[in-house]
C-alpha cells in the first residue's frame, strides 16, 4: 500500500472534533498542496469559510469562471508536475469543472476536482443547483467519490491524492454534500486505505524486455525515436537525451512529448503527426524501429494507422496496460514505468552498427523540407510573431500555455522548447479557452518566471473574463494574442476540404464580407472586438501591433511590463498551418503548399 | 470468440454504473452480465460474456482492470469451470400438454415452480446451451414470459485465478468502523 509523503509535516491534534470542511482543507495542508483555485457556491461555502482558517498554509485564488479553476489547476499540475486543486459549488460550478476534468483526464493530468452537493437529504430530488456530477463524471475521471459521511473526508482525500498522482495520472473528483461539510467528528488523518483494486506501484520492465529492446537498437539500420507525454510525466526527459547520446537515434515528438527533448538539437525531428515537420514523418514512414515511449499512437499522430510505421519494428512502452496494443499493435510491448527502462537501457545499450548513413538521410530531408513561411510577407504573420518572440526568450526559460487551433500548431512548430514542462496545451481534448487561464496557474506556482499565453482570438475570448483573474490576484501573465478574426483551424478546413465556404467562422460583424468569405484576406482596418481596452478595462496592461518593425519593440515592452499585459498582434487570416496530414491519410497524401 | 470474464469488484455504490458505462462507452458487446455479492460483505462479484477476438478481449479487460473500484479480473473460459444460468420462464400448458411438458422438465432437470390453470412457471438452472435448448422446446406450448440470471462462472477444483477472495477480503475491509 502507498504512504502519504508528508509524515513529518506538522498536523492538528487529532483529539480535536472537526468539522469536515475543516478536515478537508487540513488533509490537502498535509498533503502538501499550497494553492487552490476555487470558486464559492451556496454548497461549498463551509468549505471557503474553512479556507479561510488556513490562509497561511494555502493560497486561495477566485478564478472568474469555474472553468478557469480547473484550467488554473491544471496550469499549475502541468507546469509543476504537482497536483493541482480546484473547487466549485454543486450544479452548475460542478459542471463548469467538467471540460477540464475531461482535459486533465486525456492529457493525464494529476488533479483532484472537489465540488460541493446539496444536502444529503435532497440528493436524487432535483434540489436547486443539484446536479448528479458523479455520474456525469464517471466516464471522465481516473477515480471519483460521492463522501457521506464525515469520517470518510480524510481517507478520501488521501486516496484521491494518491490515484491522480501515481501510475498514469489523471482527475479524482470529491463530491461533498454540503451536511457532510457541516457534520463534525475527530479526524484519523492515518486512515486505512480503501483501495484493494488499485495498484501503488509503477510495473516494472523486466530485465528479459529491456535486453530484447537492447537487441532490436543493435540490429537496427533506421531507428526513430517517437517520444511523448509519458516522459514529460516520469521525468524521464534527461534519461531520454542519454539515450540518444549513447546511441545517435534521431527523436520527433508528439505535441504532449515537446521539450521532452531538445528541439534545438540536431537529432530533433520536430513534431510528427497531421501537422508535424515532413522530415519526422518521413523518418517514421521509413524507420525500421520505432521506439514508442510514452505516447499513445493517437489518430492525429497516426493519421491512417494501419499505414502508421508499416515496415518498422515497433516498441512500445506504457505505463497503462490498455494503451499497448490498443491502437497499433506493437512487436515488444512493455507495461513499465519508461524512466525505468530508459535508465536500465542506457546502463547496457549499444549503438547500431553504421548508423550514419539514416542519420544523414533524415537530416536531408529536415534541411529540404524545413518547417518555414512567408518571410517577404509586409505585415506579421503568426509564424514570425511566434520565432520573435521565442528568440527573444528563449533565455528567460519561460512557461508557455497555448489555446486550441492554428496558433498551438504554430507554437509546436516555430517555439523550439528544450526543456519539459514548459509547453502546456490542452492536446487530447483540444479545447479552446485553455491557454489564460492554464498561463494564471502555471504562474501562480512560479511568481517570478515569465508566463506568456500565446492566443487566437476564438481561443482567448472563450476564457477572456480571467484577465480579472490575472490582475486581481497579481499573476503577471503576458498574452500574445494572435488576432487573424476568424476561427483559423476550421477555416483552414473549409479553404481546404470545403470550397471556403464561411460557416461560422468569421468572428466580426455578420454584415462584413468576411464573414462570407469574400474579404480580401487583410480583414477590416480595426479588428473586433478591441482587446487592448478590454485588457485595460481589467486593469492590465496592452498594446496593438500591425507591422513587423514594431514587433521586436512591442514584444520587448509586453515582457518588460509589471503586471499581466495583452498584446494584440494583428495577423493575416489566409495563412494555413502546412504541412498537413489531412485526417486518416498518411505521408504520403501530405499537403506542403 | 466467447470469454467468460469473472471480475471481483469494491461493493460500493456506482461500481455497476461505471463498468457498464465503461464497456458501452467503448463499443464492447456484452451478451450476459451477472451481478451478485460475494462470501466478503465487501466484494461483489461481476461475471461478463464476451464475444469477440482475443484483440477486444484484452481491452476489455485491461479497460476494466483500469476502474479503481475493479479490484481483480478473470477470464476463466481458458480454464477448467463451471458456468450457470437460471432461468424462469412461463409455458401455456392448455388441457392435455401438461404432461407433456412435464416430462420434457424431467429430462432436462427443470422445476415446475407455479401451476395455474391455463400456464406452467417453470425454474431451470444450467448451461447457456442446455437452457437455450429447453427454451427451443417450449417454444411449441406458447412462451408467455421468460427471465434470465446472465451466466456465473466459478473455476473447478483449487486452481488460482477464480479470484479466491481470501487475501482480497483482508486488504478490503470496512472503511470506517462505527
Known amino acids: ?593 | 470468440m466467447r470469454h467468460v470474464l469473472s471480475a471481483l469488484v469494491q461493493n460500493v455504490p456506482g461500481v455497476l454504473s461505471h463498468v457498464a458505462g465503461m464497456l458501452a462507452s467503448r463499443g464492447y458487446n456484452i451478451d450476459s452480465l451477472a451481478v451478485g455479492t460475494t462470501e466478503s460483505p465487501y466484494l461483489s462479484r461481476m461475471t461478463f460474456v464476451v464475444v469477440g477476438d482475443d484483440h477486444v478481449l484484452e481491452q476489455v479487460r485491461k479497460q476494466l482492470e483500469k476502474i479503481v473500484t475493479v479490484v481483480r479480473v478473470d477470464d476463466i473460459s481458458a480454464k477448467e469451470h463451471v458456468e450457470r444460468d437460471l432461468m424462469l420462464i412461463k409455458v401455456k400448458a392448455a388441457e392435455g400438454k401438461r404432461s407433456e411438458i412435464r416430462e420434457l422438465c424431467d429430462i432436462f432437470r427443470a422445476r415446475i415452480v407455479d401451476v395455474s390453470p391455463n400456464n406452467l412457471m417453470i425454474e431451470i438452472a444450467g448451461q447457456e446451451r442446455k437452457v437455450e435448448a429447453f427454451i427451443d422446446l417450449m417454444r411449441p406450448f406458447g412462451i408467455l414470459e421468460l427471465a434470465r440470471t446472465g451466466r456465473i462462472a466459478m473455476v473447478r477444483g483449487l486452481q488460482r485465478g477464480n479470484g479466491d477472495t481470501g487475501s482480497i477480503q483482508r486488504a478490503a475491509s470496512a472503511p470506517t468502523a462505527k
Open chain 1, 1 to 593: 500500500m502507498g504512504k502519504s509523503k508528508t509524515k513529518n509535516k506538522p498536523r492538528k491534534s487529532s483529539e480535536e472534533i472537526t468539522s469536515g470542511a475543516d478536515i478537508l482543507v487540513q488533509s490537502l495542508v498535509q498533503l502538501g498542496v499550497k494553492i487552490i483555485f476555487a470558486y464559492p457556491g451556496g454548497a461549498s461555502m463551509p468549505l471557503h469559510q474553512a479556507l479561510t482558517r488556513f490562509r497561511d498554509q494555502i493560497r486561495t485564488i477566485l478564478p472568474r469562471h469555474e472553468q478557469g479553476c480547473g484550467f488554473a489547476a491544471q496550469g499549475l499540475a502541468r507546469s509543476t508536475g504537482q497536483i493541482g486543486v480546484c473547487m466549485a459549488t454543486s450544479g452548475p460550478g460542478a459542471t463548469n469543472l467538467v471540460t477540464t476534468i475531461a482535459d486533465a483526464k486525456l492529457d493525464s493530468v494529476p488533479m483532484i476536482a472537489i465540488t460541493g452537493q446539496v444536502h444529503a437529504a435532497s440528493i436524487g430530488s432535483d434540489a436547486f443547483q443539484e446536479t448528479p456530477i458523479v455520474e456525469v463524471c464517471r466516464g471522465i475521471t481516473k477515480h471519483h467519490y460521492l463522501v457521506t459521511d464525515v469520517q470518510d473526508i480524510a481517507r478520501v482525500v488521501k486516496e484521491a491524492y494518491l490515484v491522480a498522482t501515481t501510475g498514469r495520472p489523471g482527475p479524482v473528483l470529491i463530491d461533498i454534500p454540503k451536511n457532510v461539510q457541516l457534520d463534525s467528528c475527530v479526524p484519523d488523518y492515518d486512515a486505512k486505505l480503501n483501495l484493494p483494486g488499485y495498484r501503488f506501484e509503477s510495473p516494472q520492465a523486466k530485465p528479459e524486455q529491456i535486453n530484447q529492446i537492447a537487441a532490436a537498437i543493435k540490429r537496427a539500420k533506421r531507428p526513430v525515436i517517437y517520444a511523448g507525454g509519458g516522459i514529460v510525466i516520469a521525468e524521464a526527459s534527461a534519461a531520454l537525451r542519454t539515450l540518444v547520446q549513447k546511441t545517435g537515434i534521431p527523436v520527433t515528438t508528439t505535441l504532449m512529448g515537446l521539450g521532452a527533448f531538445p528541439g534545438t538539437d540536431r537529432l530533433s525531428l520536430d513534431m510528427l503527426g497531421m501537422h508535424g515537420s515532413v522530415y519526422s514523418n518521413l523518418a517514421v514512414d521509413q524507420a525500421d524501429l520505432l521506439l514508442a515511449l510514452g505516447v499513445r499512437f493517437d489518430d492525429r499522430v497516426t493519421g491512417k494507422v494501419e499505414e502508421f510505421c508499416k515496415h518498422g519494428k515497433i516498441v512500445h512502452v506504457d505505463i497503462d496496460a490498455s494503451e499497448l496494443n490498443k491502437n497499433k499493435a506493437a512487436h515488444i510491448p512493455v507495461c513499465s514505468d519508461v524512466r525505468q527502462v530508459l535508465e536500465e537501457l542506457n546502463q547496457i545499450v549499444e549503438p547500431p552498427e553504421n548508423l550514419s548513413e539514416w542519420v544523414d538521410q533524415c537530416l536531408q530531408w529536415k534541411a529540404e523540407d524545413p518547417l518555414t513561411y512567408d518571410r517577404q510577407y509586409s505585415g506579421i504573420t503568426q509564424q514570425s510573431a511566434i520565432e520573435t518572440l521565442w528568440k527573444l526568450t528563449r533565455e528567460m526559460d519561460p512557461v508557455v500555455a497555448v489555446g486550441v487551433g492554428q496558433h498551438q500548431m504554430w507554437t509546436a512548430q516555430f517555439y523550439k522548447f528544450d526543456q519539459p514542462r514548459r509547453l502546456l496545451s490542452s492536446s487530447g481534448l483540444g479545447t479552446m479557452g485553455f491557454g489564460l487561464p492554464t498561463a494564471m496557474g502555471a504562474q501562480a506556482a512560479f511568481p517570478d518566471r515569465l508566463v506568456i499565453d500565446i492566443d487566437g482570438d476564438g481561443s482567448f475570448q472563450m476564457n477572456i473574463q480571467e484577465l480579472g483573474t490575472c490582475y486581481c490576484e497579481k499573476l503577471p501573465v503576458k498574452i500574445m494574442l494572435l488576432n487573424n478574426q476568424h476561427l483559423g483551424m476550421v477555416m483552414q478546413w473549409e479553404d481546404r476540404f470545403m470550397q471556403g465556404n464561411r460557416a461560422h467562422t468569421y468572428l466580426g460583424p455578420i454584415d462584413h464580407p468576411e464573414a462570407v468569405g469574400q474579404g480580401d484576406g487583410q480583414g477590416p482596418a480595426e479588428r473586433y472586438p478591441k482587446f487592448v481596452e478590454i485588457a485595460k478595462g481589467y486593469g492590465c496592461g496592452g498594446s496593438q501591433v500591425k507591422k513587423q518593425a514594431d514587433l521586436e519593440a512591442a514584444l520587448k515592452e509586453m515582457i518588460a511590463y509589471d503586471g499581466p499585459y495583452l498584446l494584440d498582434v494583428e495577423v493575416p487570416y489566409q495563412e494555413h498551418v502546412l504541412p498537413m496530414i489531412p485526417g486518416g491519410h498518411t505521408v504520403r497524401d501530405m499537403i506542403r503548399k
